[in-house]
């Protein structure tokens, strides 16, 4: 079985996907661009900026389901520009200090909204 995650503290889906699905002891949680889910707008500054807004918002999903960053598992970062990386990572590793989940980063043309950075993560509950 599985359920629909949401919570008005993170950015609401903006197409046919859910905030999060729960399943088999699992959280998997969509990909997060940094949208301020108070305005609906992406936020303004740099990658740095916008890596916080996304994991922000992927703390508020887990949060709605009374769990931490700590349940993390696996993260899969997408960047516009790998020469981020290096900041993403920074900025990534104050979220993760001790015992990061396993993660992928790759390239990829477009995010949606032109954001330059979103992430997904798998949690368990």
Known sequence: MKS????????????????????????FISG???????????????????????IKN????LQ????????????TVFLTDMNDFPIVNQVYGEYFPQAAPARSCVQVARLPKDVSVEIETIACL
């Open 64 to 75: 709605s389901q009374g769990i931490g960053l700590e349940n993390v598992v696996k993260a």
């Open 58 to 61: 992927i703390i508020a999903i």
């Open 4 to 27: 629909v995650v949401t919570t008005d503290k993170a950015p609401a889906a903006i197409g046919p996907y859910s905030q999060a699905i729960q399943t088999g002891g699992l959280l």
């Open 32 to 54: 997060q661009i940094p949208v301020d889910p108070a305005t609906g707008e992406v936020v303004t500054g740099d990658v740095a900026a916008q890596t916080r807004q996304a």
